[in-house]
């Protein structure tokens, strides 16, 4: 059974940072590529970032490009998000995602994988 477990959100002011984690089990991580997507109240869930099963190749939204960096580590199947910088619309509910396959990508609809999420509220 696979599982992809979220873990590092919470309330931070604007400006400070967090990190996100997201264990998986139940998959060899290094065949996946990996992605984080968000959804905030009322909002489509929409990409933020993504790695490519080696971490050699990652892609991010503009808006949050040179604030927020994914990075993994497949010998401890884990996914990470740091967050720098946090501004108030980066609240929202995070949620890792694998793909199978080597190659990353923005759309959620290609990642069969999902965690549960974790909520970010950035209070101003």
């Known amino acids: 059974q696979v599982q992809l477990v979220e873990s590092g959100g919470g309330l931070v002011q604007v400006g400070g940072s967090l990190r996100l984690s997201c264990a998986a089990s139940g998959l060899t991580l290094s065949r996946y590529a990996l992605g984080w997507f968000r959804q905030a109240p009322g909002k489509e869930r929409e990409f933020v970032a993504a790695i490519n099963w080696s971490g050699g190749s990652t892609y991010s939204t503009d808006s949050v490009k040179g604030r927020f960096t994914i990075s993994r580590d497949n010998a401890k199947n884990t996914v990470y998000l740091q967050m720098n910088t946090l501004k108030p619309e980066d609240t929202a509910v995070y949620y890792c995602?694998?793909?199978w396959g080597t190659g990353l990508d923005v759309l959620p609809e290609r990642y069969a994988y999902w965690g549960q999420g974790t909520q970010v509220t950035v209070s101003s």
């Open positions: 995602s694998a793909k």
